[in-house]
């Protein structure tokens, strides 16, 4: 272990030797919507609920008298003076009501005097700034319900029906006419005109024979690609929504995959495209068919022919502003949203316990319409009339500040506030192609990494933030092995997808240590017939993660506070009322750090949980510190209290 560079004499933030790139974040106060911060439960319109801060001691620290809350009501802001609750050596508990007076009421905290150097501060969710910085980054009280918990504490794993495993049954399905047959071990072809059209014979039964996987890896709920007819291996250009593909073994498949699923004590959830259509389905063609019937309502049409999915002609565009478009697809128990969670009268554990929703963010959206709040929320409510406790989620590849606000989707797919940031602090510079901008993924620090994932999470409530689906990879990116380069960097990724706040989503194959540059060369069929392509150590790994993330319920519930931010390693403390934890994850080598014990240890001496390393305290009283250690790439974690 390298000797660490900041001492506990140095003043806090700065790192001696190293131009100050080690940042300590004790000396900051902190709140967030976790239950040390504001009371458990939803709040009703109306009520008071007491929000609560803690402001450590020292110099500039605010006074008894200098803690407001700025409330936003009816688009005015109010602000309400904090009272001190409770305090000790190190720090100040203030506590105010904020009225929950609209359905989303944000707030931010005012850290007085105005008199002291550099005038009065501002707390947000992107931390503290002594300037003004917009509303966008205020704290949120939602009276929205949130997330059924059991999606908000489950590790959810994502299959892609054709590349996960093919059933002896499958041997008996014809390869379509628009199919490229594949034998299971060859090559996909991820860049070629035909990726879409390679066709492996993975099904639903096969799904099934393998759920003995799922389980020893600790697996929660499962999640599939879209199993509706289509034109393509991924489906996502349905031909009805009315049946299972056959190829996928069909209802019966289904079924008995959801059945089997349930029999676990498991979930299974969908994926269903509210945004378009296949070319190819029935809806489509009855409106080329008939100009006059109400299908023909339900898409878009320019004077040339029909709108396309970004000009994607194989996937014509819906318009929810249609005409019985609703009630056919999202609207009560007989849509398909609704039918598909029923399962059947006499069956519901044949049903889904919830949707994901494919391009959520481009929904009912289409130049001067903008519906796409108005569909999340109707699904919603079809959702409580069938399934109360269903998880709806958005697929949703930037800013989702706007559209995960509580009311519409329990959480979106967190690319922008989680997977983005963290594949430029693991990528190696130049190394592998960025999704959507024209070159490769930029290579950023630690600094860099932490602000960008406090700026988008500070968009959403904390209810969402809890719920938002957290991945390192899916069917449509790089494979995590692929971004980060090696196995070690891979782990501590890892460590960081299950014990941040939210919900981790592991794609199918990178608890085995697959590989793929895009979307489309990610989608290996898994290799349960060669041993030597699998990494037993990474499903050890991950196995791993997942029990200590089930132990936990700091990591499962609890805050988020960051301590530290290095170059090359943070650190962040999970935080419930009856436990803490801290984690600390490292892309490289690096120095090392002293932490200051004082307003993190607590009164018990620290309990390795993972990375063999046990956290050191030296020092007496105040000078307390606990030694962060430098080695890298590697990830730690510990109990504190």
Known sequence: MSAPTTSASAPAGVGSG???????????PHHDGSEAYVPAGTPALGDAVPVRVRVPHGPGAPGDDDVWVRVVQDGEPLLVQARPERRDEHETWFVADVVAHNPVTSYRFFLGPSTRPGGHRWLTGRGVAARDVPD?????????????????????????PDRFARSARADAHEAPEWAEPRAWGDPVD?????????????????????????????????????????????????TTFDR?????????????????????????????????TGVGHEWFRRALAEPRSPERDYYYWTPDGHVGWLGHASLPKLDHGAPGLADRLVRGPGSVVGRWLAGSDDDPDAGLDGWRIDVANMTGRYRDADRAHAVAREIRTTMAQVRP?????????????????????????????????????????????????????????????????????????????????NMLASHDTPRLRTVAGSADLAHAAATMLFTYPGTPVVFAGDELGLEGRNGEESRTPMPWDRPGDRDEATFAHYATLARLRRSSRALREGGLRWVMVDDDAVAYVRESADERVLVLVARAPWPGAHLPAGTVLGGEAPETLLGGTPLRVSGTGADRVLELPGDGPAAHVWRLA
């Open 18 to 28: 190293r131009a100050g790139r080690t940042r300590l974040l004790t000396d900051s």
């Open 136 to 160: 966008v980054s205020d704290f949120r009280l939602s009276t929205h319900e949130p997330a059924p918990e059991w999606g908000t504490g489950s590790f959810v794993y994502q299959v892609f």
């Open 190 to 238: 991820g860049f070629g005109p035909g990726a879409g059209r390679q066709l492996y014979g993975g099904d639903l039964w096969g799904v099934a024979e393998h759920l003995d996987h799922l389980e020893r890896l600790g697996v929660d709920v499962l999640y599939l690609t879209p199993t509706f007819p289509g034109r393509s291996n991924h489906r996502y250009d349905a």
């Open 244 to 276: 299972v593909d056959p190829l996928l073994g069909g209802d019966e498949a289904f079924a008995a995959l959801a059945r089997a699923v349930h029999a676990r004590g498991m979930r299974i959830m969908g994926d269903l495209t509210t945004n378009h």
């Open 389 to 469: 406790d269903a998880l709806l989620v958005g697929e949703h590849f930037h800013d989702s500040g706007a559209d995960a606000q509580g009311d519409g989707w329990h959480a979106v797919m967190n690319y922008s506030a989680f997977t983005r940031p963290l594949w430029s602090w693991l990528v190696p510079q130049g190394a592998v192609r960025s999704l959507e901008l024209p070159g490769p993924i930029a290579r950023r620090d630690g600094r860099a990494t932490v602000a960008t994932m406090r700026e988008f999470a500070s968009a959403v409530p904390w209810a969402v933030t809890r719920s938002q689906w």
